[in-house]
């Protein structure tokens, strides 16, 4: 397989029918390639397409090639069947998406393009998956040999609507995948608790999610499913064209709504050549933590695989449900200075291209005006001359070993636990606590400049520290994992409740459940499962006070250590060894405490767990403003600072004991060279809002 890509890919999306005008292609082209753009993805729809059954117009979509060669800008062909033609849905109502209440899914204009068709009709049905196997043919044949061709994103932003698998075809595959996994009826209803089934067309979908294993069934399938189609698509554009890569790309959606529509970044990215993310601060919030939280998410499901930012924001959101009530500069308004500042943090965390979600805004619809860098006619902006600055840097000649480096390896993991969010939707009616857990841990370890990488439970003997958020589901498979890498040497700091919930959603009748607790050294004393009564919920750990929240275990010693105690007296978390290992565990939830609010007790208490493990920060500021990276590879190693706050920021960055000295440093980006204090230790100032990346020579 070639690679026609460009070594650090930087553009935008361009081309959604009907938007931009076709009479300024050749000047957007023009204008794009002079900026230092050398990238566009299109969206090549096939209800835009396929017009009548096998009669194709692919004029616009001719031309997007010919420009493209033209200015030597490389085309990602992209977004390709969720949008389906309207005489298919007509003539096939059937295949049509089905809701839980019996409502069949309308063929929705997308709020991203003037084209109708979106999200309609399911691949499930055969006659459907026909059709839509027939078009990708007829687009791959067709642009497979052309020489812009860089490669199919075959999947827009990984993830399902959850209310749309009730059509009989889904049924039947739901019923296909339970044979699989259960073998015969008696054996799935003794799990469900429908112990009279006679026969297996008696089983349809679960149209309530409620904690049941029935449900926890469903939301797996739901998944498998999506899935399989994906490797569908990937396998049938490989066979008709093995020489361009397949990427796709999520949402950095993993740690919020997996179990709700599959968007499960570690699964996506395991399908394809490449991944990506959206990640645009108008919907997300414009904190120094979230955005590299997102891209380091999206580096850790890539598992070493080239990431890219595949929409990212370069203009500003109107109007949209996520931004009233907010202030003008928590996204809602991209200056160039918020676009330089968002594409270093990008690139701080591993990324190695950039496209905006426009390259110019469109011109109607909800979205208008929203995400482009360049004005609405096209026009150059600031916002736009920052771009073309960062994309003539990213592929200039003085940082071309830059990218042959890469992040190095965290402090510390924070696990990802499927099935503990799994729980948390079924039993809550959404997995926003599992979320707030792992986001406060992550952003607890950020405040102290802490280097939190996420954490697939098949990747644990990765780390020797790790961070469990939330746990209370654990499979009895996972639980032995766990316990296994902690008795090899690991140490572990789980919050409260760990398997609370074992397989299939059932309580364990010993807590903690799995024997666990052998693992921490405790036994459970009491439970409260009470949200709405422990918002205020405050604790000593080892010397810190801090905030949980949520739920609030408390424990009596078994073998392990007492190190934390509740206001009423009662042990509130327990140090113990396990064989080679050791573990700390919290009977609640720091990480939704510290989400809440971020108290300095609880900033302590995350800065203090690295001391007590015995882990060396990587990196240290002495100004909390200043977010500090490291690279290291056969590149050699560059040090990255992010300012994200709105005045100038000076301090000292000291590099760990474990990492080699500081012969010189070298300015790649940034206004003011470093001050040399000693060997380990540079005297920095960063500008406001940008960053500063410095070769560090041995």
């Known amino acids: 397989m070639i690679n026609p890509l460009p070594r650090v890919p930087y553009g935008a999306v361009y081309f959604r029918k009907s938007n931009p005008p076709r009479a300024d292609w050749e000047r957007d082209y023009r204008t794009a390639a002079e900026d230092g753009m050398n990238i566009f993805r299109h969206w090549f729809l096939w209800s835009a397409i396929e017009i009548a059954p096998g009669e194709y117009d692919w004029a616009d979509y001719d031309r997007q090639l010919e420009l493209a060669e033209q200015h030597k800008i490389t085309t990602i062909i992209a977004e390709m069947i969720t949008a389906v033609p309207e005489w298919l849905y007509h ?24 084209t109708g068709g979106f999200h309609a009709m399911s691949l499930d049905d055969e006659v459907v998956r026909e059709a839509a196997g027939r078009f990708l043919t007829a687009l791959v044949t067709r642009y497979r040999d052309h020489p812009a061709l860089g490669g199919y994103d075959v999947w827009n932003e990984c993830n399902y609507v959850p209310d749309s698998g009730y059509l009989e075809p889904t049924a039947s595959r739901f019923r296909e995948w339970l044979k699989l996994k259960y073998g015969d009826l008696r054996t799935l209803g003794r799990a469900w608790g429908r112990h009279s089934f006679t026969d297996w067309d008696q089983i349809t979908p679960p149209r309530q999610l409620q904690a049941f294993a029935d449900a926890m069934d469903w939301l797996e399938f739901q998944a498998d499913n999506a899935f399989d189609h994906l490797r569908w698509r990937v396998e049938l554009i490989k066979k008709l064209d093995d020489q361009h890569p397949v990427t796709a790309h999520g949402i ?131 916002r736009s001359e920052m771009a073309g600055r960062i994309a003539r840097w990213a592929n200039s000649t003085e940082t071309a070993d830059l990218w042959r480096s890469a992040p190095v ?51 644990l003997d990765d780390y020797r520290l790790l961070y469990l958020p939330y746990p209370i589901m654990l499979t ?27 397989d299939h959603g059932w309580v364990g009748t010993s807590q903690p459940n799995h024997g666990l607790t052998e693992v921490f050294g405790a036994v459970e004393e009491s439970v409260l499962f009470t ?37 009423d007296g009662t042990v509130a978390a ?26 300095e007790g609880s900033r302590g208490y995350f800065r203090r767990l690295l001391d007590w493990a ?40 000291t590099l760990g004991d474990q990492l080699d000295p500081v012969a010189q440093s070298r300015l790649l980006w940034g206004d003011a060279e470093p001050e040399p204090v000693s060997e380990r230790t540079l005297q920095v100032t960063v500008g406001a809002r940008d960053g500063l990346v410095l070769a560090l020579d041995r």
């Open 409 to 459: 390896r965290g402090e510390l993991g924070i696990v990802y636990v499927p099935e503990a969010q799994l729980l948390d939707l079924t039993l809550q009616g959404d997995a926003t606590t599992y979320t707030k857990a792992v986001r406060g841990a992550y952003r607890g370890f950020f405040d102290n400049n802490f280097q939190a990488d996420f954490v697939h439970l098949d990747q």
């Open 476 to 502: 009895a498979d996972h639980a032995r994992r766990i316990a296994d890498w902690v008795h090899a040497g690991g140490t572990l700091i789980s919050e409260g409740c760990p398997g609370y919930f074992g």
């Open 91 to 114: 003539e096939r109502p059937e295949a049509r998406y089905v809701h839980a209440d019996g409502r069949q899914h309308e063929s929705k204009m997308s709020g991203s393009c003037v």
């Open 531 to 567: 949200p709405d009564l422990l918002t205020a919920l405050e604790l000593d750990v080892a010397g810190d006070r801090i905030r949980g929240g949520v739920f609030r275990q408390s424990y009596r010693t078994a073998g392990g250590t007492a190190c934390g105690w509740y206001d």
């Open 252 to 382: 950095a959606a993993s740690l919020v709504s997996s179990a709700h529509n599959g968007a499960d970044d570690w699964r996506s990215a395991a399908e394809v050549d490449s991944y990506g993310f959206t990640w645009v601060a108008s919907r997300q919030g414009d904190a120094d933590w979230q955005h590299l939280h997102a891209v380091d998410l999206t580096r850790a499901a890539s598992r070493g695989k080239d990431f890219w930012h595949a929409e990212a924001q370069g203009g500003p959101l109107w109007l949209q449900p996520q931004v009233p009530g907010r202030p003008l500069d928590d996204g809602r308004v991209t200056e160039a200075d918020d676009l330089r500042l968002w594409n270093l943090t990008t690139f701080c965390g591993g990324a190695r291209g950039l496209l905006y979600p426009r390259w110019r805004p469109l011109l109607n619809g909800p979205l208008f005006g929203a995400f482009g860098a360049y004005g609405m006619d096209g026009s150059r902006t600031p």
């Open 614 to 653: 015995g882990v060396a920060p990587i990196l240290e500021s002495t100004n909390r403003r200043l977010t500090a990276r490291l690279f290291d590879g056969d590149g050699g190693r560059f040090l990255w600072l992010l300012n994200h706050s709105r005045a100038e920021q000076s301090g000292r960055i």
């Open 574 to 599: 327990v140090d113990h060894v396990h064989g080679a290992g050791r573990t700390r565990l919290i009977g609640t939830f720091p990480g939704a405490g510290y989400l809440a609010e971020a108290t």
